[in-house]
């Protein structure tokens, strides 16, 4: 069946290091692909989302690029702070007529380090 | 704030008993979907509702149920609990049923004794 598979985590990167958190996907047709943060005791917050090929989407600094040729969705921020420590859900929309869940990949646990 | 409501937060039960989950979705969305985090299976769909109908299954028990009410807001009924339903509850809403963004709401944590 359709899959998101995501690096494992947990990530520990110091202030302003770069970040990359790889997501690819497995599907039929092409889904809209989404990148969803949550924060400690907090629930899933959409971070950005791309709806086609080569649809970048971008919020926070963070981008993501939807490659279809590779399948991937990667996340990617040039300079991270100590707030953007949380986990990343890589997730891909369903292409069931008339239902359109998510699957999620199993989530990136990052800290951020000053 | 997403505008998506549950209640209650926290809710700590005993195995066999039955529990009762509640979400709004946000104004004007029509469709509601219920995900299940826990530590062994991360997220999963369990099932959606549109406009009062269940539009969708995914991976969810029998025991477990639920349903939308005319004024859109949506219930989620596990029953006979084992201590393995303990897990993070999202509902999330959208729209309507395509590819629209689903907004998350904060949670449920079950906690079964």
């Not at chain 1, 302003?16 to 629930?43: D, H, K, M, R």
């Not at chain 2, 959606?48 to 009410?69: C, H, M, P, V």
């Not at chain 2, 339903?85 to 449920?108: I, K, N």
Request: proline residues 4%; charged residues 20%.
């Amino acid at each position: 069946g359709d899959s998101v598979t995501q690096m494992e985590g947990p990530v520990t990167l110091s202030e302003e290091a770069f970040l990359t958190i790889n997501c690819t996907y497995t599907a039929t047709g092409y889904p809209s692909l989404f990148w969803y943060v949550q924060y400690p005791g907090e629930g899933l917050q959409l971070l950005l989302k791309a709806t086609k090929a080569d649809d970048k989407g971008s919020n926070k600094g963070f981008e993501a690029t939807y490659r279809k040729e590779t399948t991937s969705f990667h996340l990617e921020k040039g300079s991270v702070q100590v707030s953007d420590s949380a986990v990343y859900f890589c997730a891909k929309g369903g292409s069931g007529a008339g239902s359109y869940q998510l699957t999620f990949g199993k989530g990136t646990k990052l800290s951020v380090i000053p | 704030d997403s505008g998506v409501t549950q209640t209650p937060k926290h809710l700590i039960t005993a195995t066999g008993q039955r529990v009762t989950l509640r979400c709004s979705p946000r104004s004007g969305d029509l469709s509601v979907y219920w995900y299940q985090q826990s530590l062994d299976q991360g997220l999963q769909f369990l099932i959606q509702y549109y406009n009062g109908e269940e539009r969708a299954k995914g991976n969810i028990l029998e025991r477990f149920s639920a349903q939308q009410f005319p004024d859109l807001h949506s219930e989620l009924n596990l029953s006979s609990l084992e201590l393995g339903d303990s897990a993070l509850y999202f509902c999330a809403s959208s729209p309507g049923t395509g590819r629209e963004t689903q907004y998350f709401g904060p949670g449920t944590r079950l906690l079964v004794l």
